[in-house]
């Protein structure tokens, strides 16, 4: 039986002439799959699949989603993120039923890095949530975002503590501020999200010599809504937005969630940019 699989010339190089015609022929690829964008079933001998390679600095896993989710390509991920999955594949192979939807949380405190020698090492919250914007290129439809507030001030090395240059820092790197949450902000070149399997892995910054490090990283792979996935997949970016601490709290539904992002932009706190997304 025929397979529609693709495998890029990206892909290819990583894995060599001989697997990727195994893939082809259908030698080491799985009939059925759950597609590493979207989620859904896909079946290979009737949905057109692309194959991802996501590859670490000692590890590579194969994944497989339909070609009109994403195209096949490699994506470099960090060691720990990468391992972090596979043990988070292994475990659910292990014990399917142990999954529930209790288990899926909105925020989670990360350790930020410190970018370049410019950010002091501050602890971020980072939520989840869907975002109406009235305008720009899908106006009136849901759009995936991420809301970063850090705990505390963020400040440069050698600045006082508890002062805080969190917006300066972030508009330095091209984050605009936002005066109208229903105007979606500009695309920021070099920054993008990195979902990996369905799940929400960094956010990624350009690095100084070529390619890109994490600005944030999650300590474990975040899991999101099946709403908020399919967003961030058919709109092929998130908005991500950042107020200084503060700003916006802790807010348990997204009508909340958007009451705070408003008042954060009428008082001149709220930044943001469109980020595409990095794999899947």
Do not use: K
């Amino acid at each position: 039986m025929q397979r529609m699989i693709d495998v890029s010339d990206e892909v290819r190089a990583e894995i060599g002439d001989d697997e990727a015609d195994r893939l082809l022929q259908g030698a080491t690829a799985p009939d059925r799959y759950d597609c590493t964008s979207c989620r859904a079933p896909g079946d290979v001998t009737q949905d057109p699949t692309a194959t991802v390679l996501f590859v670490g600095e000692e590890t590579a896993v194969l994944a497989f989603a339909h070609a009109r989710c994403i195209p096949s390509q490699v994506v470099e991920v960090a060691e720990e993120q990468l391992q972090g999955a596979v043990r988070s594949i292994s475990a659910a192979m292990a014990a399917p039923a142990a999954q529930s939807a209790s288990e899926q949380p909105v925020r989670t405190p990360v350790q930020g890095p410190a970018n370049g020698g410019q950010v002091a090492p501050a602890v971020l919250g980072v939520t989840c949530g869907l975002v109406l914007c009235q305008n720009g290129p899908f106006p009136g439809t849901p759009r995936a975002a991420l809301v970063v507030e850090p705990t505390g001030p963020v400040g440069r090395p050698g600045m006082t503590v508890g002062e805080d240059a969190f917006v300066e820092l972030l508009q330095e790197h091209g984050f605009q501020l936002i005066a109208d949450v229903d105007y979606p902000p500009a695309q920021l070149r070099g920054w993008s999200v990195l979902m990996a399997m369905g799940q929400l892995h960094a956010v990624l910054q350009p690095a100084q010599g070529g390619g890109t490090n994490a600005w944030w990283q999650a300590h474990q792979p975040l899991q999101v809504t099946d709403a908020w996935r399919a967003a961030a997949s058919q709109q092929a970016e998130v908005i991500m937005y950042a107020a200084p601490a503060g700003s916006i709290g802790r807010q348990p539904r997204e009508d909340l969630l958007r009451h705070a992002l408003d008042g954060a932009a009428r008082r001149g706190l709220l930044l943001g940019a469109v980020l595409p997304l990095a794999g899947t």
